[in-house]
């Protein structure tokens, strides 16, 4: 099998672009969402999930996105930067939208899916236009584009 061969003069492997948002995961696996007390913290949404795996996987990744201008904002950015994924062109909202948060639950012995999903709470924190930025595209091998919201 032949895998894709990064340019390792370009400052980045891959720009992702899409949502950001924060999920709650049950630590009291096995339990429904009444029954459960305990949630751990984590930064989710397909496209932020790609980013952190492939950075894990030492690929050099950037991220196109806006985040609420609070706390949760300020977690998803040290998150990334943690990360090594490139924060330079994630925004923070202007008109007090909101990260998205996730609430999920884990009843099941064989594993937790997406398809436990209980509750989404949504406020989320739009692209604004222009969220495309021509000047990167010299810049990186490859794009990767899900989820993305109203422009």
């Given amino acids: 099998m032949k895998y894709i061969e990064f340019d390792s003069d370009k400052k980045l492997d891959l720009i992702l672009l899409g949502r ?23 930064v989710g949404g397909s496209p932020a999930n790609i980013a952190v795996g492939l950075s894990r996987l030492n690929k050099k990744c950037g991220f196109i ?5 609070d706390r949760f904002g300020d977690y998803v950015l040290e998150y990334f930067r943690k990360g090594g994924i490139d924060t330079s062109h994630i925004g923070r909202c202007e008109h007090g939208e ?18 436990g999903i209980s509750w989404i709470a949504w406020n989320g924190a739009p692209l604004q236009q222009p ?13 990767h584009f899900t989820q993305l919201m109203r422009l």
Avoid at 20 to 42: G, H, M, Q, R, W
Avoid at 65 to 69: E, G, Y
């Fill in 131 to 143: 969220c495309w930025y021509p000047a990167m595209d010299a810049r990186m091998t490859c794009r």
């Fill in 20 to 42: 950001v948002a924060i999920d709650f995961n049950p630590v009291d696996y096995y339990k429904t969402l009444a029954e459960s007390s305990v949630f751990k913290k984590y």
């Fill in 98 to 115: 909101k990260t998205g948060l996730t609430v999920t639950e884990a009843v099941s012995s064989m594993g937790c899916s997406r398809a």
């Fill in 65 to 69: 996105s806006r985040v609420s201008d």
